[in-house]
């Protein structure tokens, strides 16, 4: 899941602190090394002070490529000093490194997080095979100091998360609010339109000036009509995470392989011409079909996604390899799913496959219009 979206002003103090923070680091490097005399090599030591400062100014773009540059280099380190039995007198600016661990868990991805851990390990691993970590206690106490970093940005990265979460059901609360509403002003609208329709038909012969009264009634409701119309759509188009999905394209980008389970979609057939209607509705059905296997597919490996186009009909098809009889599977996601698709004139049916699985079959008519 992504992370909030931030405001302008504090996307550009992120920027900033990115750097600022490996300058600082930097510094310290060039005054430490400046004034100490146990080490036993100042360029060496001031090269890799500056090295790891600079992986830490990646932490946010490219935290899997700057831990690894980072831990790598420390690994290499101490297996140099650990050849030509050097003493082991590190940098206090050397411990930025630290920084990295954190970097991984909040801003990586799953995958490369694991990537990320195994070079911390091997680090660690080396250090302790090479002598340097001689008894249990130093040997626990770095390890502690290399996954602190981690489980706080992890717990950090883990409440940003369900804060944005909470961001986006008020928005959809909200935006099912409006919908409502738009739903309710719509109806009365229309409902007065009819009433003045009919009397005016009835009296158009006997009576032309009461049928012109009707007449003006029904173009003063109409222009009150798209007055309300325009403010609450209006009021979606202002927030962009308020706008309809648009369609096809958006399908592609549910199809995910950093973590389980992976997302397979796929086209098949003609799908030029669909409809901004039909588009929405089968985006909204496969997104929600990718959400139900998600969350509730216990054990599951792949989702598989398929939008096939057969004559006149457009077939989605979404299937989940989870364990069978899993619970909750038939919530309100369905129930919405089943609705929409009968809004189109089409069938709907989902349930568990007969060895393993869930599947989600719609047939839609292709040139289906909501009734």
Not at 184 to 190: C, I, R
Not at 356 to 365: D, F, M, Y
Request: net charge neutral; charged share 20%.
């Amino acid at each position: 899941m992504a992370a909030p979206a931030d405001s302008p002003t504090v996307a550009t103090m992120k920027r900033d602190s990115a750097w600022w923070v490996p300058l600082v680091f930097a510094l310290l490097a060039l005054v430490e090394v400046s004034v100490r005399h146990d080490l036993p090599s100042r360029p060496g030591a001031l090269a890799f002070a500056l090295a790891i400062a600079g992986a830490v100014g990646f932490r946010r773009s490219h935290p899997l490529a700057a831990t690894a540059f980072a831990f790598s280099l420390a690994t290499i380190a101490t297996l140099v000093r650990h050849h030509f039995a050097l003493p082991e007198v590190a940098t206090a600016s050397s411990a930025a490194i630290l920084i990295l661990p954190y970097a991984l868990c909040r801003w990586a991805t799953g995958r490369h997080v694991i990537a990320g851990a195994a070079f911390i390990v091997l680090t660690w691993l080396t250090s302790l095979l090479s002598g340097e970590l001689l008894t249990l206690e130093d040997a626990i106490g770095s390890a502690v100091v290399l996954i602190l970093p981690g489980t706080i940005g992890a717990v950090v990265r883990f409440r940003d998360e369900a804060q944005a979460r909470s961001v986006d059901q008020a928005r959809m609360l909200e935006r099912e609010q409006l919908a409502r509403e738009l739903h309710d002003s719509v109806a009365h609208h229309m409902t007065a339109i009819t009433l003045q329709a009919q009397a005016a038909r009835a009296v158009l012969r006997s009576s032309p000036d009461d049928a012109a009264n009707a007449l003006a009634a029904i173009e003063a409701e109409s222009k009150r009509t798209l007055v309300e119309l325009r403010a609450i759509v209006g009021a979606l188009r202002d927030d962009p995470t308020l706008a309809p999905a648009a369609g096809l394209a958006q399908i592609r980008d549910l199809a995910r392989t950093s973590s389980r389970p992976t997302v397979d979609v796929a086209f098949v057939g003609d799908l030029e011409g669909l409809s901004a209607v039909m588009e929405r509705a089968l985006f909204r059905l496969a997104q929600e079909a990718v959400t139900n296997a998600i969350k509730h597919a216990r054990n599951a490996s792949t989702v598989t996604v398929r939008i096939a186009s057969e004559g006149r009909s457009i077939q989605l098809t979404a299937r989940d390899d989870g364990e069978a009889g899993a619970p909750g599977r038939a919530g309100f996601g369905l129930v919405g799913m089943a609705e929409r698709v009968a809004l189109l004139g089409g069938t709907f049916h989902a349930g568990p496959l007969p060895e393993r699985g869930w599947s989600v079959h719609a047939l839609l008519p292709r040139d289906g219009i909501a009734r």
